[in-house]
C-alpha cells in the first residue's frame, strides 16, 4: 500500500483510497452483500432489542407501582364485592336441610363456612382493587404509549429468540455458497489448475449431497422437532451441492491446464475431509443415515455464539476500511520503534481483544489483515508479519472475559471462571515473556527508541487524529451502559462492536473525504502533490467489508458445522475410551493428554473440542490427579499450538485466507535463497516454537512444585 500522507502534518493517506475505482458487477456485489448484511444487522437488532426490553421493564416498574399489573388491559372480576355473608350462610345452612339423601354427612361446620366466604371476600375485594388500579392508568395515553413500546421489544425480543437458529444457518449456507463460488474454502492448498478445481468442487459436491442425504432422512424421521430449521439444512446443502457441480463442470476459462494427482487432494477443503470422514463413519460403519443432520443440534443450541463469529468478522472488516489501524500504528512510529519491536508491541496488545472475540481464529479473521498490512507499512519483513498475524489472537484465549473460559465452567464443576481467569493471566505473562525472548534473539536490528524531545512532538501530532475516534466509540459504550443498562462484556461485544464499528466507519469516511479534499485544493495552488485516488464513500467501503466478510465468515463457519459432525464422531466411536482410565502416574498422564489435546486442537474447532474434551478428556485427567485448573489451562495452551501446527495449522491457514496467497508465496521467495534454516520457515517456526515451549512449561511445572512442595 502506497503511503500518500498529505505534506501538511500529521494527516494519513487513506488506505483504501482507489476502491472506488474498482469496477464491480452491480448484481454480484448485492448478491454478495445484501443477503449477509440484512442477516447481520437482524442479529444485532433482535440483541439490542432484548437490552431495551429490559431496561424498559426496569424503567416501568420505576414510573409505576407493579408495572406488570398494567401491561394488559384486565377483564372485570365476575365475583360480588358486597356479598352479605350472613345471609349467604344462612341460605346455605337452609339448602342442606332441605335435603334429604341416604349418604348426607350432616350438617357442615357453620365457623368453616363463615371463614371460606370471608376469605373468598377479601379475594374478590382485592381482584376489584387491581382491576381498578389497572382501569385508573390504562386510560391515560402516557402508560398506554409506553406500554404498547415496551410490548413492541418485548414481541421484537421473543421473534428474535426464535429466529437466532435460523439466522445461522443462513449465515452459513449463504456464506458457504459465496465462498464455494469465489473458490476462497479453507484448504491446504489453494486450487489453481484445472484439475484442482475439479477435484476440489468434486469432494464438496460428494460432502454436500451425503449431508443433504441425511437431513432428508433425519426431517422424515424428526416429527416432533423444527420442520422449518430441517428443512432450511437440506435446502442449503442441496444448493451448495448444485453450486459445487456446476464448478466441476464449468471450469473457470482462465484457470490454467495440467495439475499433479498427488497435490490436487491438498485443495480438498478441511471442511470436507470431515464430512467425508465422518459420513463414511455414520452410514457405513453404524448405517445411521441421520446421524450426521442430528449432530448440527449441538451447533444450534449455541447458535449466538456462533452467529457472534460473524459479528466479529465484520467488525474486522469494517476495521479494514479505516485508517484506525494507521493512525494507531502512527503512535509507534512517532517513537522510531524497530519493526521486530513494534511486533511485540502488537502481538501482546491484540490479546485484548482476542478475549472478546472468544477464539483466535475469529481474531485471525477479523482482524489479521489490518495486523499483516500494518505491520507492513511498518518494516516488518513479510516472514515475521506472517508468523505475528498468525499468533496475533493465541495470548489472548485465557484472559477475561473470554467467552471459551465461560463455556467451560459451565460444563465443567470441577472449575470456576474466577480460577481460570485468575492463573490464565500468569499463562499469558509466560507466554509473553517467551515471545518477546524469541523474537528479541531472533531480531534483523538493533533496540532503538527515540528521545521524548524527538518523539513528543510526533507523538502530541499523531494522537490528535485518533482523538474523535476515541470519543465515538466511549459514546456507544455509554449509550449501552447508562441508557440500555447493558455494560460492555464478552456478552454484549457482539452487539455493541458493529454499531461502534459503523459510526466509527461512517466518521472515517467523512475524514478521509474531507483530507482528500484538503488535499486537491493544495495540490491546485501548487502546495503539495495531488492524492492518486478518490477515497471510498462509507456506502461503497460498508459493501466491500460486507462482501470479504461473508467470504472469510462462510469458510469459517462451514469448517465449523462439518467440526461439530466430526466430534459426534469422536464422541460415539469410542476412540477417546481407548485410552485406560489411570496411567500408572501423573507425569505420564499429562504428557499422554498433551500429545492428544495438541492433535483436537489441530482437526476441530474451540467450542466443539471443549464440548468434546469436557465429556471425555477431562474426567481422565481428574482421575489421575491433575489438577482441573491446571489441565484446562493445559487445554487452552495445547488448542493454540494445534491450530499453528502442521499439517492442518488452521490459524496459518486462517492468516493465508485474509493476506493472500500471493503475499505467503512472496514471503517465501524472499526468503528462499537464506542459509538459515530458521529464516527459510520463520513464519511457521516462530509460533510453534513459542507455543510449544508455553505448554510444556504449563504442563509440567506445576506437577514439579505439586512433588516438592
Not at 88 to 100: F, L, Y
Not at 212 to 226: E, P, Q
Not at 276 to 288: I, P, T
Not at 548 to 558: I, P, R, T, Y
Amino acid at each position: 500500500m502506497a503511503d500518500t500522507r498529505l505534506d501538511n502534518g500529521p494527516a494519513h493517506a487513506d488506505p483504501h483510497a482507489g476502491d472506488v475505482a474498482v469496477e464491480y458487477s452491480q448484481a454480484r456485489n448485492w448478491l454478495i452483500t445484501a443477503p449477509i448484511a440484512i442477516l447481520l444487522l437482524l442479529a444485532i437488532v433482535f440483541g439490542t432489542s432484548a437490552f431495551i426490553h429490559g431496561q424498559l421493564l426496569s424503567l416501568g416498574g420505576t414510573l409505576w407501582d407493579n408495572y406488570n399489573m398494567l401491561r394488559v388491559d384486565m377483564s372485570e372480576p365476575t365475583c360480588d364485592p358486597n356479598m352479605d355473608i350472613d345471609a349467604r350462610i344462612a341460605n346455605m345452612q337452609g339448602s342442606a336441610a332441605a335435603e334429604d339423601s341416604l349418604f348426607d354427612a350432616g350438617p357442615a361446620d357453620p365457623e368453616a363456612r363463615r371463614r371460606s366466604l370471608e376469605s373468598q371476600l377479601a379475594q374478590c375485594k382485592e381482584n376489584y382493587q387491581r382491576y381498578e388500579y389497572n382501569q385508573k392508568w390504562t386510560d391515560t395515553s402516557t402508560l398506554r404509549a409506553f406500554r404498547a413500546l415496551e410490548l413492541g421489544m418485548g414481541r421484537i425480543n421473543q421473534i428474535g429468540q426464535g429466529a437466532q437458529a435460523y439466522i445461522l444457518v443462513l449465515l452459513i449456507m449463504f456464506g458457504g455458497f459465496i465462498a464455494l463460488v469465489l473458490n476462497e474454502q479453507i484448504a491446504l492448498r489453494m486450487p489453481k489448475t484445472r484439475l484442482d478445481i475439479r477435484v476440489s468442487s468434486g469432494a464438496q459436491v460428494a460432502a454436500n449431497v451425503a449431508m443433504a442425504i441425511s437431513g432428508f432422512v433425519w426431517l422424515r424421521l424428526d416429527g416432533g422437532g423444527d420442520t422449518w430449521l430441517n428443512l432450511a439444512w437440506l435446502i442449503g446443502f442441496v444448493m451448495l451441492a448444485a453450486a459445487a457441480a456446476y464448478r466441476m463442470i464449468r471450469v473457470p476459462e482462465d484457470a490454467p491446464s495440467g495439475g499433479s494427482l498427488a497435490y490436487a487432494p491438498l485443495t480438498i477443503p478441511l471442511y470436507c475431509w470431515l464430512a467425508l470422514v465422518s459420513l463414511v463413519y455414520f452410514f457405513v460403519s453404524e448405517g445411521y443415515i441421520a446421524g450426521p443432520a442430528i449432530q448440527l443440534s449441538k451447533m444450534i443450541r449455541f447458535a449466538d455464539l456462533y452467529t457472534g463469529i460473524g459479528l466479529f468478522v465484520w467488525v474486522g472488516m469494517m476495521l479494514k476500511h479505516t485508517r484506525i489501524a494507521e493512525l494507531l500504528f502512527g503512535l509507534f512510529r512517532s517513537w522510531e520503534l524497530r519493526p521486530e519491536f513494534i511486533v511485540i508491541l502488537v502481538v501482546l496488545a491484540s490479546a485484548w481483544p482476542t478475549a472478546y472475540t472468544g477464539a483466535s481464529g475469529i481474531f485471525v479473521l477479523a482482524i489479521g489483515a489490518v495486523i499483516y498490512q500494518e505491520l507492513r507499512i511498518a518494516g516488518t519483513y513479510r516472514q515475521l508479519a506472517i508468523a505475528s498475524t498468525a499468533m496475533s489472537g493465541s495470548m489472548g484465549v485465557v484472559l477475561n472475559p473470554c467467552l471459551m473460559v465461560v463455556i467451560i465452567a459451565a460444563l465443567n464443576r470441577q472449575v470456576t471462571t474466577d480460577q481460570l481467569y485468575g492463573w490464565g493471566v500468569y499463562v499469558f505473562l509466560l507466554t509473553a515473556i517467551i515471545f518477546t525472548g524469541f523474537v528479541y534473539l531472533t531480531r534483523k536490528s538493533r533496540p532503538y527508541l527515540a528521545t521524548p524531545d524527538d518523539a513528543l512532538p510526533a507523538f502530541r501530532r499523531a494522537i490528535g487524529p485518533t482523538l474523535p475516534y476515541i470519543v465515538i466509540a466511549v459514546a456507544v459504550v455509554m449509550i449501552y451502559s447508562h441508557l440500555l443498562g447493558q455494560s460492555f462484556n464478552e456478552f454484549s461485544a457482539p452487539v455493541i462492536l458493529p454499531l461502534m464499528m459503523l459510526a466509527l466507519l461512517a466518521y472515517d469516511r467523512w475524514r478521509a473525504r474531507r483530507l482528500y479534499a484538503a488535499a486537491i485544493y493544495k495540490a491546485d495552488r501548487g502546495e503539495a502533490r495531488a492524492p492518486a485516488h478518490e477515497p471510498a464513500g462509507f456506502w461503497n467501503a460498508l459493501r466491500a467489508s460486507t462482501a470479504e466478510s461473508a467470504v472469510l465468515l462462510g469458510a469459517l463457519l462451514s469448517l465449523m458445522v462439518m467440526s461439530i459432525v466430526f466430534g459426534g464422531v469422536m464422541e460415539r466411536s469410542g476412540v477417546m475410551e481407548l485410552f485406560p482410565d489411570h496411567f500408572g502416574n501423573v507425569w505420564y498422564a499429562t504428557a499422554i493428554l498433551v500429545v492428544m489435546l495438541v492433535i483436537i486442537g489441530m482437526i476441530m474447532d474451540p467450542y466443539g473440542a471443549i464440548i468434546l474434551v469436557s465429556a471425555t478428556l477431562a474426567p481422565v485427567a481428574y482421575d489421575n490427579g491433575i489438577d482441573p485448573v491446571h489441565f484446562w489451562m493445559m487445554v487452552l495452551v495445547a488448542f493454540e499450538l494445534g491450530y499453528l501446527s502442521p499439517p492442518v495449522a488452521l490459524n496459518q491457514l486462517l492468516t493465508r485466507q485474509v493476506v493472500g496467497d500471493a503475499e505467503i508465496q512472496l514471503a517465501k521467495a524472499e526468503v528462499a535463497d537464506d542459509p538459515s534454516f530458521w529464516r527459510r520457515h520463520e513464519a511457521l517456526l516462530l509460533p510453534i516454537t513459542v507455543l510449544a515451549s508455553s505448554l510444556l512449561l504449563v504442563a509440567f511445572v506445576p506437577l514439579i512444585f505439586m512433588h516438592l512442595f
